[in-house]
């Protein structure tokens, strides 16, 4: 995944001579995942890839900081109460934790260094502002509502928009990719599936940078290190392949209904080691007569379930003090639903001609507890924990 692409100039066959005008060879670079028995791109640099002259370590906290949720509560994190600065990629405040996925809040105006996380691949959503991403890849305008899909490996940097840009990181120990349910034997999204091949932007270009002694951020499973290359790492002047950056909008998600409440896997938009990331977008109300158009309450027993909640109204959650900008945390152990009087509110909405929901959210269920990183411990409003025994919404 996602599909086949091509991009600026590749000679007739792979592997064989391609000529740079000054009559040396280009050097390839073969991208490749899973031992190369999995998907590829195959790269053409004007310089040679491998020429590095410095390597240093740099600090980073990995998870230090991060605590097991225990005692065991549901929790809060209003991001609004998060310091904005640096860039995309070093400003990034850790919000939740385990060893298969890594979740932060990024809100920052300045460009970032040159990026590339060994460690895993990375879906990077767009909450508010836009932002270019370039990669050795080519080009890809990110903006509000975008899930920017970054294979491991992949060396490449962000430039926000004037006004900055606002994000939610999150950084697998492996890949993310559509769900195998969506897909075809052969890679092909199937009818039934909320989004296909139309709904992904791969990128343009390439953008053949020239430059000296560049030096490249690089996260392994060790830590960062900053790897200094002889030549700029965006000579490409060509590609091809089925590996490459992407960016999906929230927007183009299809949202799939039942006449009554229909539970998370349809809202399901992308599958990682041990987690997922699903899409709750605007979309009519539950139609049965008798519907109760929110969700009922549930105790999703080997999950621990972080919901972003990045546009509209959330009706289920009155009374709680979330708002657009708030993420929740409800852990395996935690039996959660909608706030007292929610339901009522939306059987009596429904029967006042309400059928439609306005909210957008973003979803991760891991299937590993995650811990509370600083930024969540920073943030977190300590009274949300006790919102259901109230006795109706405020
Ligand atoms: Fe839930």
Known sequence: MPYYRVTGEVPRKRHIRFHRPDGGLYSEELMGEEGFSSDS????HTHLPTAITKSEG?????????VPNHPLLPRHVRTT???????????????FANDDVRISFVSAAA????YRNSAGDEAVYIQQGSAVFESVYGTITARSGDYVVVPRGTIHRWLPADAGVSALAIEASGHI???????????QFLEHAPYSERDLRGPEGPLLADGQDVP??????????????????????GWDGCLYPYAFNIADFEPVLKRTHAPPPVHQTFEGPNFVICS????PLDFDPEAVPIPYNHHNVDSDEMMFYVGGDYTA??????????????????????????????VAGLAEGKTTTDETAVMIDTFRPLNLGPAARQAEDPEYAWTWARSGPS
């Open 81 to 95: 109460a998060l310091a904005a600065g640096g860039d995309l990629v070093l400003g990034r405040a850790l919000l």
């Open 58 to 66: 740099v600090a980073d906290g990995g998870q230090a900081g991060t």
């Open 111 to 114: 460009p970032s260094g040159l």
């Open 280 to 283: 709750f977008c605007p979309r």
């Open 41 to 44: 791109s195959l790269l053409y």
């Open 177 to 187: 990719r559509p769900p195998r349910r969506y897909l075809s034997a052969a890679g």
């Open 317 to 346: 959650r009155k009374g709680s003090g979330i708002g657009v900008g708030s993420i929740t945390l409800h852990p395996a152990g935690f039996t959660h639903g909608p706030q007292p009087g929610a339901v009522e509110a939306a």
């Open 216 to 237: 490249v951020i690089v996260r392994t499973r060790g830590g960062l290190t900053r790897l200094t290359y002889a030549h700029h790492p965006f000579d490409v002047v």
